[in-house]
């Protein structure tokens, strides 16, 4: 029988197959943690995956990380599973949870070899995630059976039921129709609303907060800056082999954020301190420290 990680690591493996097999450049995370674990690159389209078995083990600090990168990276991101709420997922069916858009193994293949999610759309049936409990807090408050509201609403007494239990996610139509018969909203985390969180760094720099290593922070300019903290050895060493092979596409720079002033490379990743980060005029001091650690 095999292990969680066994089965992790296979579906990782099939996504990246399908990335390479579909042209793109890709590195993958191995053997530490992070919000994703593919990130592919094509003739200037950007991808972001995160493989899991079950849709449902997405959190929404994962949604929001994801996000953020998506963001920065100027990246589709994509959750990749084969289940939601116990039920396999459905070729070209999409929907949305924590902000990401969720898809198949199946219809992943239909996105990259359409150009883009934006393009493949009139491929797909997209779903959203519904607030169930709300959804049945609603209707009692409001003293309606589930009969009652599937007739003010149009939306199936069976339907009702699946979305008050968490056994399935909605289609835009059948939410709005819910929320309207209600007055209420029913969306779960649509929305992340873009609140980056981009915190001022120094008096000229201003700093992403990922806050999931290992682009812990990050910082867009004619370059892009990822940075991660200062971690033990055995992690700079898995996060530097990542770094290598993901700048032999994208080209970037990144730096280990230091508590205090130390050698200037740990494993080839050039240090800052954060004293030294946040006291930055401007992102020439950083082409400049760059520099001197090559």
């Given at each position: 029988?095999?292990?969680?990680?066994?089965?992790?690591?296979?579906?990782?493996?099939?996504?990246?197959?399908?990335?390479?097999?579909?042209?793109?450049?890709?590195?993958?995370?191995?053997?530490?943690?992070?919000?994703?674990?593919?990130?592919?690159?094509?003739?200037?389209?950007?991808?972001?995956?995160?493989?899991?078995?079950?849709?449902?083990?997405?959190?929404?600090?994962?949604?929001k990380a994801l996000s953020k990168l998506?963001?920065?990276?100027?990246?589709?991101?994509?959750?990749?599973?084969?289940?939601?709420?116990?039920?396999?997922?459905?070729?070209?069916?999409?929907?949305?949870?924590?902000?990401?858009?969720?898809?198949?193994?199946?219809?992943?293949?239909?996105?990259?070899?359409?150009?883009?999610?934006?393009?493949?759309?009139?491929?797909?049936?997209?779903?959203?995630?519904?607030?169930?409990?709300?959804?049945?807090?609603?209707?009692?408050?409001?003293?309606?059976?589930?009969?009652?509201?599937?007739?003010?609403?149009?939306?199936?007494?069976?339907?009702?039921?699946?979305?008050?239990?968490?056994?399935?996610?909605?289609?835009?139509?059948?939410?709005?129709?819910?929320?309207?018969?209600?007055?209420?909203?029913?969306?779960?985390?649509?929305?992340?609303?873009?609140?980056?969180?981009?915190?001022?760094?120094?008096?000229?720099?201003?700093?992403?907060?990922?806050?999931?290593?290992?682009?812990?922070?990050?910082?867009?300019?004619?370059?892009?800056?990822?940075?991660?903290?200062?971690?033990?050895?055995?992690?700079?060493?898995?996060?530097?082999?990542?770094?290598?092979?993901?700048?032999?596409?994208?080209?970037?720079?990144?730096?280990?954020?230091?508590?205090?002033?130390?050698?200037?490379?740990?494993?080839?990743?050039?240090?800052?301190?954060?004293?030294?980060?946040?006291?930055?005029?401007?992102?020439?001091?950083?082409?400049?420290?760059?520099?001197?650690?090559?």
């Amino acid at each position: 029988m095999q292990s969680a990680s066994s089965k992790s690591k296979k579906r990782v493996k099939l996504c990246n197959d399908a990335v390479n097999a579909a042209g793109f450049s890709s590195v993958s995370v191995e053997n530490f943690h992070a919000p994703f674990d593919i990130i592919a690159g094509r003739n200037g389209r950007s991808l972001i995956l995160k493989a899991v078995r079950n849709i449902d083990s997405i959190t929404p600090e994962d949604g929001k990380a994801l996000s953020k990168l998506s963001y920065f990276f100027d990246a589709e991101a994509y959750v990749v599973g084969e289940s939601y709420k116990g039920t396999k997922l459905e070729e070209s069916k999409v929907f949305t949870r924590h902000g990401i858009s969720c898809i198949s193994d199946s219809t992943l293949e239909i996105m990259l070899y359409n150009g883009s999610f934006r393009l493949a759309r009139k491929f797909f049936r997209e779903n959203v995630e519904i607030n169930g409990g709300e959804l049945k807090r609603l209707r009692k408050l409001s003293g309606m059976s589930r009969k009652q509201l599937s007739e003010i609403s149009e939306v199936s007494v069976d339907s009702i039921y699946r979305y008050e239990n968490g056994y399935t996610s909605a289609s835009p139509l059948n939410l709005e129709k819910l929320e309207k018969a209600l007055s209420a909203k029913l969306s779960v985390n649509q929305s992340l609303e873009h609140n980056y969180n981009i915190k001022a760094a120094g008096h000229g720099i201003a700093l992403l907060d990922i806050n999931k290593e290992p682009f812990k922070k990050a910082l867009k300019d004619k370059t892009r800056f990822e940075f991660a903290e200062l971690a033990d050895f055995r992690t700079l060493k898995k996060w530097s082999d990542f770094y290598k092979a993901f700048n032999a596409i994208f080209d970037d720079i990144q730096f280990i954020i230091t508590k205090k002033e130390m050698h200037k490379k740990l494993f080839g990743i050039p240090t800052i301190s954060k004293r030294k980060l946040y006291s930055l005029e401007d992102t020439e001091e950083l082409y400049e420290l760059a520099e001197e650690s090559t």
